[in-house]
């Protein structure tokens, strides 16, 4: 994988995913918080992990696909 393209699917994959955990888990908060703030200081987390962890399996089956062991 080229060394820039990481940074550009972190920065247009972040927005979904941040969008896909705010549909599942912040209905679940809203209830326990009474805030939709709240629910997106456990969410904004969440989606930063997320998307890093995609990125390292893209990356892993880039490699895999690729045969680069870099």
């Not at 820039?4 to 995913?17: M, N, R, S, T």
């Not at 326990?32 to 904004?44: K, P």
Request: glycine letters at 4%; hydrophobic letters at 55%.
């Amino acid at each position: 994988m080229k060394k820039g393209l990481p940074v550009v699917l972190a920065v247009v994959w972040a927005p979904v995913v941040w969008l896909a955990l705010s549909g599942f888990i912040a209905p679940l908060l809203r209830p326990v918080t009474s805030s939709d703030l709240l629910s997106q200081v456990v969410v904004i987390p969440l989606t930063f992990i997320a998307t890093r962890l995609l990125l390292r399996l893209f990356v892993r089956l880039s490699r895999s696909f690729s045969g680069t062991t870099s």
